[in-house]
C-alpha cells in the first residue's frame, strides 16, 4: 500500500531522513521507532506531503503522490494525527470532528462515521458539546484520532499516540487502533515507546540518526540481543 524508496529530506544543511526505504502492506500495522531526533516525525510529514522530500519517492496503492500537496493525499485516502495532536481547543468536540470531514459531501454518511467514532471512544459522546481544551490529554488523543477517522483514511499516520498518556489510556488507543485495522485501516505509528510499539505492530523498523538501522517481524524483536543492541545502541549514542 506504501513504498518509500531513498527518501531524503534536509531542513536547510540539517540531514534529518538519509535514504529510508520502507514498506507498509494492506491491513499491516507498522511501527517506526527509534530515539529522540531519529527523524520519525520527519517521516510522517514527508509521507503526508508536509515537508518536501529531496529525493526519493513514496507511492500509495501503486501511485507516485511525492511532492503532492497534504490536502489533495488525505483526499486520496491518507490522515496524519500529528504529534501533539493539533486539535482546536475553544471548538467543541462535536465541532473538531466534522473538521475531519471537510472534504467530504456525503453528510449522511459523516454523521454515521461521528457515530463510530462515538462508539470507538464513548467517552466522546460524553464530551460531545464541550470544549477541546477541557478534555484530558487522553480524550484528546482520542479526539485526534477521531477527527482523523472521520476523512475515511486507508492508511492512517500516527506519530506518537501514546506520548505523556497513562498506561491505561495508551491500551485503550491501542485497541481501537486494532479495531480499525480489522476494519480495513492499514497504519503507519511512529513510537518512543518500543514495548507498545512491538506489542502492536506486525512489523518494526529501527530509525537512527535518518536511517533505518533495522527492520523485521516485531515478535522477532522481543528478546533478540541484535535488536536490542541496535536500538539501545541508537539511543545511547543519540543521548
Ligand atoms: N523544522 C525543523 N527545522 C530544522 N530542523 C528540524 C526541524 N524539524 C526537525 N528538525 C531536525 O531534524 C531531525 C529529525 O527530527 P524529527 O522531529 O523528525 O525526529 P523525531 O525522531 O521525530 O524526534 P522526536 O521524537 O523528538 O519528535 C532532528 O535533528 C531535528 O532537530
Given at each position: 500500500m506504501l513504498k518509500i524508496r531513498d527518501l531524503h529530506v534536509s531542513y536547510g544543511n540539517i540531514a534529518a531522513l538519509r535514504g529510508i526505504s520502507l514498506d507498509v502492506g494492506k491491513s499491516e500495522i507498522v511501527a517506526v521507532i527509534g530515539p529522540n531526533g531519529a527523524g520519525k516525525s520527519t517521516l510522517l510529514l514527508a509521507i503526508a506531503g508536509v515537508v518536501r522530500a529531496r529525493a526519493g519517492s513514496v507511492e500509495f496503492d501503486g501511485r507516485a503522490i511525492t511532492g503532492q500537496q497534504p490536502e489533495a493525499l488525505v483526499t486520496t485516502g491518507l490522515s496524519l494525527v500529528p504529534e501533539g495532536r493539533h486539535?482546536?481547543?475553544?471548538?467543541s468536540v462535536a465541532e473538531n470532528l466534522r473538521l475531519g470531514a471537510?472534504?467530504?459531501?456525503d453528510r449522511q454518511e459523516v454523521a454515521r462515521d461521528i457515530d463510530r467514532v462515538l462508539a470507538m471512544f464513548p467517552i466522546l459522546r460524553e464530551r460531545y458539546?464541550?470544549?477541546?481544551?477541557?478534555?484530558?490529554g487522553g480524550e484528546q488523543q482520542m479526539l485526534a484520532i477521531g477527527r482523523a477517522m472521520l476523512a475515511r483514511p486507508r492508511l492512517l499516520l500516527l506519530d506518537e499516540p501514546s506520548l505523556g498518556l497513562a498506561p491505561l489510556i495508551v491500551a485503550q488507543i491501542y485497541e481501537a487502533v486494532r479495531a480499525l485495522r480489522d476494519q480495513g485501516v492499514t497504519a503507519l505509528i511512529v513510537e518512543q515507546n518500543v514495548g507498545r510499539a512491538l506489542s502492536a505492530a506486525d512489523r518494526t523498523y529501527v530509525l537512527s540518526s535518518g536511517v533505518i538501522a533495522m527492520s523485521g517481524k516485531s515478535a522477532e524483536f522481543a528478546g533478540n540481543a541484535a535488536f536490542d543492541a541496535a536500538y539501545f545502541g541508537v539511543a545511547e549514542a543519540a543521548r
Open positions: 486539535i482546536f481547543g475553544s471548538l471537510t472534504v467530504r459531501r458539546r464541550q470544549r477541546a481544551n477541557k478534555l484530558s
